[in-house]
């Protein structure tokens, strides 16, 4: 079963939802399941140096309501074990290079591992994970080549790929993430607790054993 999950590095709900992933991966085992991590942005329009992340939410949410959102996101984080430090973050930054680098994590075969990086350091440590020199760090820690890392975001390397992958799941008719996309067929949006996650995968997995025993 191939799952792809889309989703963006400063979407609070992603990490949530990633957390719950691994759970329902832990309790499921994972056998039969491959997983890949796709691209969506959810601003586009801020600029490569980012902008300033309070004002940005004020303007998007009003001050109250961002207040509100980010408190009820903060418990449900801590239930899976993030401790969301909105405090430190100064920027909200683009998040198109953190995508590549992703793409390239998948590449050295630690996909996985870099999409929790990226959201620790952003969420939780505060980081700017649109600095190149902050990418370059998390690649370090993931055991990428950090020299290979930092000439790729000198260059445009991929962007286009990343912008096509996006716009591939906008046209699936995905608005929201993080969204799970089964077999290219079906789309499942928000952060789904894991119990419901591993009765998709029997489900699913189920079903295709069964097609394979027919034809």
């Not at 990418?135 to 096509?164: H, P």
Request: with cysteine.
């Amino acid at each position: 079963m191939q799952l792809d999950v889309v989703s963006d590095t400063v979407c609070p709900w992603c990490y949530i939802g990633k957390k719950r992933l691994d759970q329902a991966l832990e309790i499921h085992g994972g056998e039969g399941i491959s997983i890949v991590w796709r691209p969506f942005q959810l601003d586009a329009s801020i600029p490569p140096g980012g902008v300033d992340r309070k004002t940005y939410l004020e303007k998007k949410f009003g001050a109250e309501r961002a207040k509100e959102v980010g408190n009820t996101i903060r418990d449900y984080g801590t239930a899976v074990g993030i401790n969301f430090r909105f405090d430190l973050i100064e920027k909200s930054p683009n998040t198109l290079d953190s995508h590549r680098l992703i793409r390239w994590a998948s590449t050295a075969g630690c996909q996985n591992e870099m999409v929790d990086i990226l959201f620790r350091r952003y969420f939780e440590d505060g980081e700017d994970i649109g600095s190149h020199n902050v990418l370059v760090d998390a690649a370090a820690e993931a055991g990428m080549d950090t020299d290979i890392v930092r000439d790729l975001l000198s260059k445009d390397a991929d962007k286009q790929l990343i912008a096509q992958e996006d716009a591939a799941a906008r046209h699936m008719g995905i608005q929201g993430v993080p969204s799970f996309v089964i077999n290219s067929q079906w789309v499942v949006t928000g952060a789904q607790e894991p119990e419901t996650l591993v009765r998709m995968f029997n489900k699913l997995l189920a079903r295709e054993a069964e097609e394979a025993a027919t034809s």
